[in-house]
């Protein structure tokens, strides 16, 4: 294990869980937290704080068993929780997707005939008169009304 690949306080845990998470040389730690003893690393089977404080670092063996049920359990729930957090990502995105395709008129068209209906009925009675309809018409503009190409035609 390295200086911050470990579990003695929470923000290093915090770190080594992600690392975990993202399937990042994982196994390599569950290994080093299983070894009871090392080259690098003698564990004593029931360290007291008095061992702890003269070694200066965490001195009590790993234990395989619970090494593998905690990795073991941990991966197989990140794995739930981020493949249903990325599939609720894509079926949001093309529910979405879909029924914006299907509608006929997007709010930015409905703001569109609401600013120019506005105008022509500022008191908002729902009727205009007809001689105001073409003029309502080239002031939503394409597509619900007229573009600039149909006000010199002479049809």
């Known amino acids: 294990m390295s200086n911050r690949l470990n579990f003695t306080n929470i923000a290093y845990a915090i770190i080594s869980l992600i690392r975990v998470a993202t399937g990042e040389s994982w196994n390599d730690l569950m290994n080093a937290l299983g070894h009871k003893s090392g080259e690098n690393y003698q564990c004593k089977e029931d360290p007291t704080y008095a061992d702890y404080i003269s070694a200066g670092t ?9 090494t593998y049920i905690f990795f073991g359990s941990y991966l197989i729930m990140i794995t739930l929780v981020f493949l249903n957090l990325f599939i609720a990502i894509i079926l949001n995105g093309y529910f979405e997707t879909r029924d914006q395709e299907g509608q006929a008129l997007s709010s930015d068209l409905m703001t569109s ?23 309502l018409l080239f002031e939503i503009g394409e597509p619900l009304g007229w573009g600039e190409y149909y006000k010199n035609r002479e049809d």
């Open 58 to 66: 965490p001195v009590g063996c790993g234990n395989f068993v619970i």
């Open 113 to 135: 005939f609401k600013d120019g209906w506005a105008k022509f009925d500022p008191d908002a009675t729902g009727i205009i008169e007809a001689k105001y309809f073409a003029r």
